[in-house]
C-alpha cells in the first residue's frame, strides 16, 4: 500500500530551509516522489494523511546508544537469559522517542544481534539497529574496565560467564599481542555478524581516568584495517588529546564521545584534522544549567575535566569538524537512579538536563549544542544526514530524498526555529509505517513503576538508621579509628 504525507513543511536535511507546499509519497517503504500534489501520480489505494501545520523531518538517529547499559551485578542476575527482552525494551523506547536509528556500541553481542534481526523482520517494532558488541581492548562488565567490585562476590562461574558473554575473543588479552595478531582476532569477531568495529584508543575505568593509550599506534591501525577490509566502519573511544590523534590518522571512521579529553583542550591542529578529513566528530555536552547543577556535585579535578569538554564543544563547532549527535543513551532501572553512586554524576542530573536518558537525552544534546552557537541547520543534520554518512547508511537514510528508506518525525513546531521543537513529537514514520508511540513499550521491565514494598518493609528496622546522629566520629562506627 502506498502512503501520501500532505500539507506539511518538509526539511529534507539536503535544503538549507523548510519548503512549503510538498508532499511525501511512500511505496513499499521507500520514498518514491516529493513534490506538489497536483505534480505527483498518486496509486489508487494510497492512505492519504494530511499533516497541514506541521513539519516533516528525517527520521532522527543516534550515534552511541546501549541499549543495554543497566549492566550491574543485579540486573545480570535478575534476567539472565532475557537479556534480549530488555534490549527490545530500550529499542521500543528509542522509537518513540524519534530516533528511527541507533547505534549500539557496547553491548552483549549476540543478543543484541537477535533483537536486531527480530525488528528487520517484523517480527517485533524497535528502532532499527546497528551494532558493535564489544569494544576491541575492554573486558566484560565484572571488570576494572567497568565494575571491579563484583569479583569476589559472585561466583567465579557467573562473574565469568557474563565477562565472556560480552568480550568473547576481544579482551583485554589483546594488548600483549603484536598487530597482525590484533587483526586475526578482530577478523573472528567480525565474522560472527557485527555491524561495525569499536575499538579502545584509550583506557576505561582506570585509575588514570582514561589518560592511558590502550593500543599502540600500529595496532590501531591494523584493526582499522581489518575492519574497513570487511567492508565495515571502524571507530574509536578515545578520552585523552592523544588517543583521539592517533585515532584520526589511523583512519578511524568516527571518534566517539571526541570532546571528552580530560583537563585538556584539544590542541588547534587535531581540531584542523577533523575538519579537514571524514571522520565524525561524536560529541558529548551538557547544557549550561546541566554544567553548573553538575559543578555542585563533583570534584574540583572532574570539574576541570568537563570544563575542558565544553569548551571542546565549542571548538568543534567553530572548527567545522562533521559533528554527530549521540549520549551513551540507556535505560537505568527505578532502584539504580535512587542510588547515591549515581546522584553525584552525570547520570544522576535532573531529568531535563541528563544526557544519558535514552528517552530524552537527545533533546538535551540539541538544546546544549544550540546554547554553544550550532545553527538550527547543523542540528538538524547532526541528528540525521552526518551520522548516516560517517557510519556509511547515508544511501538509505539521513535525509528525505527520492528512494530512500521513508523514516520521517512530524513534529508540531518547527525546529529551524529553536531545538525546544524537536520535543514537540506529533508522529513518527518508519520504514513507511506509522508507529503506534502510544503502545511502546510494548512489555515494560526496566521503564516499569517498582514494585510495592513487601509487607515486611514496614516493620523494618535498620540498625543505623537516618535520623538523630550516634555520639563519636564517623569511623568508630566500623572500629577503623
Known amino acids: 500500500m502506498s502512503l501520501l504525507l500532505t500539507g506539511a513543511t518538509v526539511i529534507d536535511g539536503v535544503s538549507e530551509t523548510g519548503i512549503d507546499g510538498r508532499s511525501i509519497l511512500v511505496e513499499n517503504g521507500r520514498i518514491v516522489a516529493i513534490g506538489r500534489p497536483d505534480d505527483l501520480t498518486i496509486p489508487a489505494d494510497t492512505e492519504t494523511i494530511d499533516f497541514s501545520g506541521k513539519f516533516i523531518i528525517p527520521g532522527l538517529m543516534n550515534a ?45 553481542r549476540r543478543a543484541l544481534m537477535a533483537v536486531r534481526d527480530k525488528i528487520e523482520q517484523g517480527e517485533i517494532v524497535g528502532s532499527r539497529i546497528r551494532c558493535a558488541g564489544n569494544i576491541i581492548g575492554f573486558d566484560g562488565p565484572f571488570s576494572g574496565d567497568f565494575d571491579s567490585r563484583i569479583p569476589g562476590i559472585g561466583t567465579t562461574h557467573f562473574v565469568d560467564r557474563v565477562n565472556a558473554t560480552w568480550v568473547e575473543n576481544t ?43 590502550q593500543f599502540s599506534e600500529r595496532t590501531q591501525r591494523a584493526i582499522v584495517e581489518e575492519a574497513h577490509r570487511a567492508g565495515l566502519t ?18 578511524c571512521d568516527l571518534v566517539q564521545h571526541c570532546n571528552m579529553t580530560g583537563p585538556t ?19 558529548f555536552p551538557l ?58 554524576t552525570w547520570n544522576g542530573l535532573p531529568e531535563e538536563e541528563a544526557l544519558g536518558r535514552l528517552a530524552s537525552g537527545h533533546f538535551v544534546w540539541l538544546r546544549a549544542m544550540e546554547e554553544k552557537g550550532m545553527s538550527p541547520i547543523d542540528l538538524l543534520r547532526a541528528a540525521t544526514r552526518n551520522i548516516a554518512k560517517a ?14 528508506i521513508a523514516d520521517m518525525i512530524v ?39 517498582l514494585p ?6 514496614a516493620r523494618f528496622k535498620r540498625s543505623l538508621h537516618h535520623g538523630e546522629r550516634l555520639p563519636g566520629c564517623p569511623t568508630c562506627l566500623n572500629g577503623t579509628h
Request: charged share 25%.
Open 391 to 404: 557510519y556509511k547508511v547515508d544511501a538509505d537514510l539521513g535525509t528525505l530524498e527520492v528512494g530512500k
Open 171 to 213: 579482551g583485554r588479552h589483546l594488548m600483549w599481542l603484536t598487530p597482525e595478531a590484533v587483526g586475526d582476532e578482530v577478523r573472528q569477531y567480525i565474522g560472527h555478524g557485527i555491524d561495525f568495529v569499536k575499538y579502545a584508543s584509550n583506557e576505561h575505568g582506570g585509575t588514570s581516568a582514561g589518560a592511558f593509550i
Open 287 to 344: 547544557t549550561d544549567h546541566g554544567l553548573a547543577h553538575l559543578k555542585e556535585s563533583i570534584s574540583d579535578h572532574e570539574w576541570t575535566m568537563w570544563k575542558a569538554s565544553d569548551a571542546n564543544a565549542r571548538n568543534l563547532i567553530e572548527s567545522g569538524a562533521m559533528i554527530l549527535l549521540a549520549n551513551d543513551g540507556g535505560i537505568f532501572a527505578p532502584e539504580v537512579m535512587q542510588e547515591p553512586l549515581i546522584k553525584g
Open 64 to 108: 552511541n546508544v546501549h541499549l543495554f547499559i543497566n549492566a550491574l551485578f543485579e540486573t545480570l542476575v535478575r534476567y539472565e537469559g532475557r537479556y534480549d527482552d530488555l534490549i527490545a525494551e530500550a529499542a521500543q523506547v528509542a522509537l518513540r522517542a524519534g530516533m528511527t536509528t541507533v547505534f549500539d556500541t557496547w553491548g552483549p
Open 265 to 283: 583542550e584539544i590542541p588547534r591542529e587535531t581540531l584542523d584534522l577533523l575538519a579537514q578529513g571524514e571522520c565524525g566528530a561524536v560529541v
Open 452 to 457: 510495592a514494598p513487601v509487607e515486611e518493609e
Open 234 to 251: 571502524v571507530q574509536s573511544h578515545t578520552s585523552s588529546v592523544e588517543g583521539l590523534r592517533m585515532s584520526i590518522e589511523a583512519g
Open 411 to 449: 513534529l508540531d513546531e518547527d525546529p529551524l526555529r529553536g531545538a525546544k521543537n524537536y520535543e514537540s513529537i506529533h508522529a513518527v514514520i518508519k520504514g513507511g509505517a506509522l508507529v503506534d508511540r502510544d503502545a511502546l513499550p510494548e512489555r515494560p521491565i526496566l521503564t516499569a513503576e
